[in-house]
């Protein structure tokens, strides 16, 4: 592939991690609004462990929560993607999609756009007959962009990893399952 994409979509790019993406992701998890829906902001440690993992399973696996450029200003604005999850629940292991953008880019269709894109991917590309999302039912804008990219609701759940948090513990679960066409 030419360039430093794996693939696009109309306005995104996704690519594997670099060390210039490190403080510009400190910078998007330590915005507030933008962890609204998680247990704690991450530390700049914690930050660079999940770049290192997200790495090292793109390398392994040919998929990661993908670095995401805006393809006009070739600015990075966070990530959309899919990841491996072992939590504790009767659907794992599972392979998830999500996304954490920077927020000066919400409200421009770019989560819906690139959950979509990196749907397809899967289905073209990865052996990976289903892949779920989960989100606090709180996370509307979350839920809506899993509608939006054509998941299906699965159920609620109570979240293991939220446990002690009684405003995110309860969560949504959706699937998409492959498209063999």
Partial sequence: MKGPFIFKSERLGFRNWMEADIEKMIGINADREVMKYFPAQPSKEQTIKFIERMQKQF????????????????????????????????????????????????????????????????????????IYA????????????????GMSFVKYFDHPLLRYNAHLERCVLYLHKKSYN
């Fill in 134 to 149: 989960v989100s606090p039912r709180v996370n509307k804008n979350s839920i809506k962009v899993m509608e939006k990219i």
């Fill in 59 to 130: 390398e392994e696996r040919n998929y990661c929560y993908f670095a995401v450029d805006e393809l006009a200003t070739r600015s990075f604005i966070g990530f959309i993607g899919l990841s491996d999850q072992t939590y504790e629940s009767d659907f794992s292991p599972f392979t998830d999609i999500g996304w954490r953008l920077d927020r000066s880019c919400w409200s421009m269709g770019y989560a819906t756009e690139g959950a979509k894109a990196c749907l397809a991917y899967a289905d073209r590309y990865l052996d990976l007959p289903l």
